[in-house]
């Protein structure tokens, strides 16, 4: 894992986040390369438990990509889930 990006964005609307991680994927050239979002599973990423929801970042960036990508939640409950 690598950090592409460490800043501070106005707002935490999933349209202004799906924004700034795509406008970070450009500057990087990783477009197509992206397979899967992991994130917390707040309803801003996510859309809820379901994940039924419109908007949300994961859709947002899904429907910006024009493909499916993977949804993996928060990397620290499944490890804390795993323990």
Request: one cysteine or more.
């Amino acid at each position: 894992m690598k950090l592409f990006e460490f800043g501070e964005v106005n707002g935490e609307t999933a349209e202004i986040l799906s924004q700034h991680v795509l406008d970070t994927l450009r500057s990087c050239n990783l477009v197509d390369k992206v397979v899967c979002y992991c994130a917390d599973n707040t309803n801003t990423n996510f859309g809820g438990v379901k994940r039924r929801g419109t908007v949300n970042v994961f859709t947002k960036l899904r429907e910006e990509l024009g493909r499916k990508i993977l949804g993996i939640g928060c990397g620290a409950h499944i490890v804390h889930n795993c323990v």
